[in-house]
């Protein structure tokens, strides 16, 4: 039996494009001699729909899309992804479903059974677990299938109090194939595919597994779909971060055969260049899928925005991307001379707007409010709020859309301005900690210096005041990051940090190194 797999970018509502590409990938798998085509995780209707699915306008959506695929399905067969009412009287009102589509008709139907309530995860708030398990006839065959969560109970201290392949093995199957929308994660590859391969060794049977690919606003999809023996042997891995279509031959005994050169890495990326591929992916399919071509950004000097602007230029183009210069009173010579180098290493549009006599007419207005009091946040954030007020002016004006640009330490602490710098319509790195924000850097001049080298080593500034540093009121990033990773990524306790070595007023820890590999 010949198996295609199928990792797309699907568009969370837009029926059209994704029954369109399921229907011409179908003709393509077909062309090639393929007897069964693999698509991801509710791909029908894209993922995540989140409160869409309460709509019953959408599901009826979702059932119509599924008749077209369907009718385009003849001489091969499918699988595909999507969500089901539940006809069951009792239970939530949907299920989260698989349709096996043999020539035209749906010839099987299986429910995802563990339904994930963490992290990005909202399923068990929509759908109703499966507790019916069946495997599926075809071509000689016998197919486990099962829907991405229903394989990863097979960690130490399991969330779930059932594994589904315990039950579906009873039933003698040969293969095992799983849809998913498994989303990126930089350390999560690795964990994915050690998953996957535990399954396979566990049940003695090789596996399929296909995932999504791309982005849905803040959430990215990687791809990487996956191919295992029975042994648990790896025998291939999808590219990670675009489209795919890759065939493999199934033999009776459980053989898989690849059809075609494995894309398996030699050397697996490292976290920062998957960081940067997931962020550009994520700004090219926000822009594509909202509709809009052209970003704007305030352009500091800084290194944040100068991350920023050199990812959305390499995303979109520079052409399409407007840095807005925006010096006030503590706005230093360097700091402007360091974002027109910026400019003009990446060619794209600028303009330089002063801030200085909108700040000073808001103070000047307020001036009988704050009676001479002395100068303090409330006139640093006047300065943050006058350029979010041009910036946004802008993008009305002109049809942008504004990127922000604060890191994810910043947020964290709270470092940042209410309706000021942390406008913004997608916040490009606020999930990139500051320091790796400074390996980012040195990664997009991995070639040669786009970033100026002064944006990267100066110390980090708002420049709201003179002389202004973030160390002012943060401790060194590099301690604060290490913090704030094992508080926000391991849940770890204020005392259970302090154990490690940090001290409580946040100074250094004694040789200790952190999770980015720094010491």
């Not at 999809?221 to 199934?250: H, M, R």
């Not at 802008?394 to 309706?419: P, Q």
Request: proline content about 4%.
């Amino acid at each position: 039996m010949k198996i295609a797999l199928a990792q797309l970018n699907y568009h969370v509502g837009d029926f059209e494009s994704n029954t369109n590409k399921i229907i011409s990938h179908i003709n393509k798998a077909r062309q090639n001699g393929a007897d069964l085509v693999v698509f991801a995780e509710l791909c029908v209707c894209g993922y995540p729909a989140r409160d869409f699915l309460e709509f019953d306008e959408f599901i009826s959506q979702c059932e119509t899309a599924a008749k077209t695929i369907a009718a385009a399905c003849t001489d091969i067969a499918c699988i595909i992804g999507l969500p089901i009412p539940n006809h069951k009287p009792e239970g939530k009102e949907l299920n989260n479903s698989a349709y096996f589509i043999e020539n035209g008709q749906v010839k099987a139907i299986v429910n995802k059974a563990l339904l994930p309530n963490y992290d990005i995860f909202d399923e068990y708030r929509y759908f109703e677990p499966s507790t019916d398990f069946a495997c599926i006839e075809f071509k000689g065959h016998r197919i486990a299938l099962t829907i991405c969560e229903d394989l990863w109970n097979t960690i130490e201290n399991p969330l779930y109090v059932t594994r589904p392949m315990d039950i579906l093995i009873k039933q003698q199957p040969d293969v095992m194939i799983n849809i998913a929308a498994s989303p990126f994660a930089y350390n999560h590859d690795e964990e994915r595919i050690a998953i996957l391969k535990d399954n396979a060794a566990r049940y003695n049977l090789p596996l399929f597994y296909v995932n999504h690919v791309g982005a849905q606003t803040e959430i990215i999809f990687d791809g990487g779909s996956l191919v295992f023996d029975n042994t648990g042997k790896l025998i291939d891995e999808l590219p990670y971060f675009e489209e795919s279509l890759a065939y493999y031959e199934l033999e009776k005994h459980g053989t898989v055969t690849l059809l075609q050169p494995s894309t398996i890495k030699a050397k697996r990326e490292s976290d920062i260049e998957q960081i940067h591929q997931a962020i550009i992916l994520g700004i090219r399919d926000y822009f594509y899928k909202s509709g809009f071509k052209s970003a704007i950004l305030g352009l500091s000097g800084g290194i944040d925005s100068a991350v920023v602007c050199a990812l959305a230029a390499e995303a979109l183009g520079a052409e399409n991307v407007m840095a807005v210069l925006l010096p006030s009173k503590f706005s230093s010579d360097h700091s402007l001379k360091d974002a027109e180098e910026l400019v003009k290493n990446l060619g794209c549009k600028h303009e330089v707007v002063a801030i200085k006599n909108i700040t000073e007419a808001i103070e000047t207005a307020l001036h009988p409010q704050f009676n001479n009091l002395p100068f303090n946040i409330a006139e640093e954030n006047i300065q943050s709020r006058s350029r979010a007020i041009v910036l946004m002016a802008m993008c009305n004006k002109f049809g942008y859309i504004l990127l922000n640009t604060s890191n994810k330490s910043e947020a964290a602490v709270g470092y940042g301005t209410l309706y000021g710098d942390m406008c913004g319509g997608i916040s490009v790195i606020g999930d990139v900690y500051k320091t790796q924000v400074f390996d980012l850097a040195r990664h997009i001049n991995r070639n040669k210096e786009i970033i100026p080298e002064n944006s990267i080593i100066k110390p980090p500034s708002a420049e709201l005041r003179p002389d202004q540093k973030d160390t002012d009121s943060l401790p060194e990033y590099d301690i604060l990051d290490r913090i704030l990773f094992e508080y926000i990524e391991n849940r770890c306790s204020s005392d259970e940090i302090i154990k490690m070595g940090f001290d409580e007023k946040n100074s250094a820890p004694g040789n200790q190194v952190d999770k980015f590999g720094r010491t």
